[in-house]
């Protein structure tokens, strides 16, 4: 288990692996952003994405999917997070892509008012199988501290 206590600024993860279905990129875009772009290839060539792409609240979903992962394999003291901050989309996701996640803590802090716990912020960047990075946000997550 890894508590506030045991992470510094400049700490670094890789993982995930997320392939991306047409068919998945559809049902999302159907029940929860049913923009032209994200639910057909003529909808989507009307467009500068040219062909079918997720939503960008997809890509946070899916990059979310990997972190929960990455979380059950790597347990945190974790007490929920409190926000994200600077959410980029910064290319889009297409079906057939496979995506990854990097993250690098940038702060730590111990709380002022409640000694038994802290937060972090971490930049969180989502790539495809190109290294292109497709997304990218600060989150704040709140931790317990050891003791």
């Not at 998945?24 to 923009?35: G, I, N, S, T």
């Not at 007490?79 to 600077?86: H, T, V, Y």
Request: proline share 5%.
């Amino acid at each position: 288990m890894q508590y506030l206590d045991d992470i510094a600024v400049g700490d670094r993860a890789s993982f995930g692996r997320y392939e991306v279905t047409r068919e998945e990129v559809l049902d999302f875009a159907r029940k929860y952003d049913p923009q032209p772009f994200h639910l057909s290839d003529e909808g989507a060539a009307e467009t500068h994405f040219g062909r079918l792409a997720a939503s960008g609240w997809h890509t946070c979903s899916m990059t979310m999917a990997m972190l929960v992962a990455h979380m059950q394999a790597n347990p945190q003291a974790s007490l929920g997070a409190a926000g994200i901050d600077e959410l980029r989309w910064l290319k889009p996701v297409h079906p057939g892509d496979v995506l990854r996640c990097e993250t690098e803590v940038l702060e730590v802090r111990p709380s002022q008012s409640r000694p038994e716990m802290g937060s972090i912020r971490s930049q969180m960047t989502t790539f495809n199988q190109k290294d292109e990075p497709v997304l990218r946000f600060v989150a704040l997550a709140l931790l317990r501290r050891r003791g």
